[in-house]
């Protein structure tokens, strides 16, 4: 199982950036996949989550109606879609495979004003 994170940098506050998961190793389209992000000094957390088919989706409160979540099960790759970025959101964000404890390597997002 691989899971690649893509797409993060440094970006200022009100700005937007698309991260990317291309995941490889498992019949991606049968599982549920989830992004975390994790500050530093603080415990990771969920930011955003969607069903192996794209129809539900569910989201952290801290990122409600600025982050959307989506996937594309032909090009094994969940994304990340984030706007209005706050300083709060400058973490670590990792995709997870829902039932199963397998993470990504983490791409880093910085909002630097």
């Known amino acids: 199982v691989q899971l690649v994170e893509s797409g993060g940098g440094m970006v200022q506050p009100g700005g937007s950036l698309r991260l990317s998961c291309v995941a490889s190793?498992?019949?991606?389209?049968?599982?549920?996949m989830r992004w975390y992000r994790q500050a530093p000094g603080k415990e990771r957390e969920l930011v955003a989550g969607i069903s192996a088919a794209g129809g539900m989706t569910t989201y952290g409160d801290s990122v409600k109606g600025r982050f959307t979540i989506s996937r594309d099960n032909g090009k094994n790759t969940v994304y990340l879609e984030m706007t209005s970025i706050e300083p709060e959101d400058t973490a670590v964000y990792y995709c997870k495979i829902s039932a199963r404890d397998s993470w990504g390597q983490g791409t880093q997002v910085t909002v630097v004003s």
């Open positions: 190793g498992f019949s991606f389209s049968s599982y549920g």
